[in-house]
């Protein structure tokens, strides 16, 4: 049974992050997930990308990289049916601005479960004098819940050299992709929007 009023007047107090852990354990209270911070949406967004299985395409350059992951609300719970709407450079750090290449909208299953199956992007330059480390972006959303307010985010990658002078990176989202099978690189991420409802 949750107890929402007693785990809101503890946390009020002052309690750190494992106090509370506790304390919700104890009295049964549904776990909070802390909700994945939004980034910037930058400049090559194309709205209408189509419903696609995979952003990777037969004869497509780059390494394949693999994220895989749930889509859940600040409770933990799944988000049926999700959309990761995502975009990102090609191999060579160049948007499609005209088609939807490396564009597309992958929908979680039943239990918010998704798998971007895409390539590494590179970090690209935006001037002469600085560049982008590599990223991919996404806009998740919840159709059916209607006013949970999409998330505009990015997923970064551990290691990268622009990621400590880049004014967007964020640690908190950050993947580290493990060589997987057939030279993919395999990497884990949960999103968590504040839903409605
Ligand atoms: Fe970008």
């Known amino acids: 049974m949750e107890k929402p009023v007693l785990r809101r007047s503890f946390l009020r107090v002052g309690a750190s992050g494992a106090t509370a852990l506790v304390w919700s354990h104890a009295f049964g209270a549904t776990p909070e997930c802390d909700e994945t911070e939004d980034n910037i949406e930058g400049p090559f967004y194309s709205p209408g990308a189509p419903e696609r299985e995979a952003l990777w395409e037969p004869g497509i350059k780059g390494t394949p990289l693999v994220v895989t992951g749930r889509v859940l609300n600040t409770r933990c719970q799944a988000l049926p049916y999700a ?27 039943k239990n918010g479960r998704y798998q971007i199956r895409t390539i590494q992007p590179p970090p690209y330059k935006v001037s002469e004098t600085s560049s982008r480390p590599a990223h991919l972006h996404l806009k998740v959303s919840a159709p059916g819940l209607p006013g949970t307010p999409v998330l505009t985010t990015q997923l970064y990658f551990e290691g990268d050299k622009f990621n400590k002078v880049d004014r967007a990176w964020r640690k908190s989202l950050t993947i580290n992709p493990q060589e997987g099978a057939k030279g993919a690189r395999m990497a884990s991420f949960d999103f968590r929007l504040r839903a409605a409802g």
């Open 83 to 109: 959309i990761l709407d995502v975009w990102q450079c090609d191999a060579d750090g160049v948007y499609d601005n005209k088609g939807y290449t490396l564009r597309g909208k992958i929908q979680a299953d």
